[in-house]
Structure formats: C-alpha cells, structure tokens
C-alpha cells in the first residue's frame, strides 16, 4: 500500500486505523466518532457507562469497553495493544478551571491510565490540551513560545503533556498533543455562553445579560474541530503541539450578534453585566500555520 506525501507530513494512503477513544459522549467526542466513522475508521471506546454510548445514534457502530479510567486498579483487555491509536479526550471537572482536582485527582488518575496504555503497547498518541496553557499572553500564540499555564486545569495539561515527553525516552510511542481554543455547536456545555443566550432566546426572555463582548477569541464549530483532530491523526508524521484554531480573531460581542441574527432574535444585549473572565487574556487567537500543514492533502 502505497503512501502520500503532503507538505512534510505523511499518511497511508486509504488506509483505516483501529481507534481507542476516551470521551466518545461529550462535546467534542460526539462529533469525532461520526468523522471517524464516515471515513471507515474502526473504533472502540472506553466509557464509565455503556448504556450512555448506546443512547447515540452511532452507539452499535461501536466496540465498548466499559471501565472508569481514573479507577485506581483496572485490567485492561489484551485487545488494547490491536488499535492504531489512542485519542484521548476525556477530561473531568470542566466546570470549574480554578478547581484544584485538576492537579490533586485528574492528572494523576490520567498518567496512571496513558501509562497502562503505553505499557499494552500503544504506540500512537493524540491528546487534547488547551490553549489556557499559554497563559495570559496577547496576541498570536504559536506552539513554539514559551507557556505560562496559571490556573489548575491548564497546570495539569501542561504537567501531562510534560510527563508523556518524558515517558518517549523510555517508550517508542508517538504524541500529538492539540491545543484546543474556543467551540461551539451541538452538545456544548449548557453553561457556555451560546448555550444560554440560546436557552434564554428560546424562552422569549426579552433580554440576555453578558460582558462588556470586546475580548478577541479564536472560534471554530466543534464539527470542524472534530475534523481537524482526526486529520492531525491520519498525518502521523505530525507530532507534538498543534494549535487546533482558526488563526481568524472575532469579537465575543460580534459572535454572538451573528448567533441572534441566524435565529432572527430580537433579544437585546445587556453588555458589561458581568465582569471579563480573569483568568485569560483580553486577546489572542491560535498561529494555525502547523495545522495547516498537517491537514493540508
């Protein structure tokens, strides 16, 4: 079977992959499962509860391993070592960045897990981080500046990603680590900004209180965001940080303008209600150049 160069990266030519998932059934998870699975892939995923994989459509398309992977003692099927690769996209305790269970119980039920993983005999990685782990700095963030996570979640990401760096001097396995910036779309947290300025349009109430809407963010559909990581996968030339991003900056204010004009809304903006997050910086988007060049076919 023949393979095919694309800008530096390459990957095997219709080819399909054996895939590990974690987080088939949140945000981002959903939508990857259905891109992987329109492109032939094979996937099996690892869950708390089965029955809540079996409630989506794609849920018999699927193999299931049901298993809590932040559970101290786990054995783990002889099956593990088949798949091509792990995507890894579970993350609990999204709720709240500040809280200390990032560092004190996520981050090391996860090592424990990616651990076992390496030791089954994965040898292809992807992981997503965040782009909180840049810190507060302004501007363009490009995967090759300096980092400066400040809050738990993003500490935790950062000291992950570090720790598997690490682990590649002791074991032969390949990481691509994605640095996710902002989404939106089907099946977005309910406390997300969109999810309930929709929730209070849907209500009819006449008017939805929010920030002042001038910080610059960096926004894809999570549909795009799915697509992306699966191609970043399918390049597996593509290692280490990616920048999963648009590189194009827009407004809060002016996102959720065009989220209230698609939905022909006449519900007015209460602006600078509530004060700006204080634990990201005012404006900066993703540098997408890598990306780019790893999904580019």
Not at 191 to 212: C, T
Not at 241 to 261: A, H, M, W
Not at 267 to 290: H, Q, R, S, T, V
Request: charged letters at 20%.
């Amino acid at each position: 079977m023949g393979r095919k160069v694309c800008h530096g990266y390459s990957a095997i030519e219709g080819s399909t992959m054996k895939i590990l998932l974690t987080g088939a059934t949140g945000f981002i998870g959903k939508h990857f499962v259905v891109q992987a699975l329109r492109q032939g892939h094979e996937i099996t995923v690892i869950t708390r509860d089965k029955s809540i994989v079996l409630e989506n459509d794609w849920g018999n398309q699927v193999a299931i391993i049901e298993a809590d992977i932040e559970r101290a003692e786990i054995t783990w099927p002889d099956s593990i070592a088949k798949h091509d690769a792990l995507v890894h996209l579970a993350w609990s305790g999204l709720s709240n960045y500040q809280d200390s269970v990032h560092l004190e119980r996520v981050l090391p039920a996860h090592k424990r897990f990616l651990l076992n993983m390496i030791e089954t005999g994965i040898k292809h990685i992807l992981i997503t981080g965040t782009c909180l782990e840049y810190g507060k700095q302004e501007g363009q963030l490009e995967e090759s500046m300096p980092i400066f996570p400040d809050n738990p979640y993003a500490q935790a990401k950062n000291q992950l990603r570090q720790w598997l760096e690490s682990m590649q001097k002791q074991f032969s396995f390949s990481l691509q680590w994605c640095r996710l910036f902002y989404m939106y779309g089907s099946g977005q947290n309910p406390k997300s900004l969109l999810s309930q300025l929709e929730r209070a349009i849907e209500n009819g109430e006449p008017v939805f209180n929010m920030s002042g809407g001038q910080q610059l963010r960096d926004y894809l559909p999570v549909e795009t965001v799915a697509q992306y990581l699966l191609k970043v996968l399918e390049q597996k030339d593509c290692n280490g940080i990616v920048n999963i991003c648009s590189g194009e900056p827009i407004t809060v204010l002016t996102l959720v303008k065009q989220f209230i004009n698609a939905r022909q809304s006449e519900i007015e903006l209460n602006l600078g209600y509530y004060p700006y997050p204080d634990y990201e910086a005012m404006a900066f988007w993703g540098d997408p150049d890598k990306l780019k060049q790893c999904t580019r076919s």
